[in-house]
């Protein structure tokens, strides 16, 4: 009876161990079979986002690279331009001065030139207001149109090549730049009359010029022509 027993106990001490293994096994070949399905699953969802990341970065790389192309070519398009621009001023006759009209001579009669030339320029003193200029002459080659405001001076010179109009000041007044193109324009119709108005031969003509376009060429240089 004691034997039976005794087998009895080690019988089933022999089934709940070998029960406790395959629990154990079981619960093994489970988390086993899970971290293998929740690889499968969250290795291909983790490198698709990975490639998702890359083009999303590389679309932002492409489009901030566009956008720099864009202010460039609004901010720094006209560099070269500039630059010209700045290369084309010409400094005036005095200091400080600037080149603003030149019109070549082909021919001209200096003395009759300049004689009508000055009185028509004398005459400028009153407009377009009364009193904003002030005329002076150095010379027969050269006259000086002084603003009321102190703020620039036109200054027109005849030389053998030709014309030149010079701007005196560095900082002119808006009034005075307006005013100044009303001078400037009305001595430009008054060169245009004496070049190509009247049943008169190129000989006989005050003035000629190199180029016929000269004159219109040079209203483009006037601040509010």
């Not at 932002?60 to 500039?82: C, E, P, Q, R, V």
């Not at 000055?118 to 027969?140: F, H, I, R, V």
Request: glycine letters at 8%.
């Amino acid at each position: 009876m004691v034997l039976t027993s005794a087998v009895f106990i080690f019988s089933s001490s022999v089934f709940i161990m070998i029960d406790c293994r395959c629990t154990l096994l079981a619960i093994l070949l489970a988390f086993f079979c899970n971290v293998v399905e929740i690889e499968s699953f969250t290795t291909p969802t983790h490198t698709s986002s990975t490639i998702q990341h890359t083009t999303s970065t590389q679309h932002n790389a492409g489009f901030m690279d566009d956008l720099s192309k864009f202010f460039d070519g609004l901010g720094g398009g006209n560099s070269d331009s500039d630059s010209q621009q700045q290369n084309d001023e010409i400094d005036g006759v005095y200091t400080g001065s600037r080149r603003i009209i030149t019109v070549p001579a082909k021919s001209m009669k200096a003395g009759g030139l300049r004689l009508y030339c000055n009185l028509y320029l004398m005459g400028l003193q009153n407009t377009p207001e009364d009193g904003c200029w002030k005329a002076s002459k150095a010379d027969d080659s050269e006259v000086n149109l002084r603003y009321k405001d102190l703020s620039g001076s036109i200054i027109i010179r005849f030389t053998d090549d030709g014309i030149t109009v010079d701007r005196l000041g560095s900082a002119p007044s808006n009034k005075y730049l307006m005013h100044e193109s009303v001078i400037l324009n009305g001595f430009l119709d008054e060169l245009k009359a004496i070049v190509f108005d009247g049943d008169i031969s190129e000989a006989n003509r005050l003035l000629t010029l190199v180029d016929d376009n000269d004159i219109e060429k040079n209203r483009e240089a006037i601040s509010f022509g």
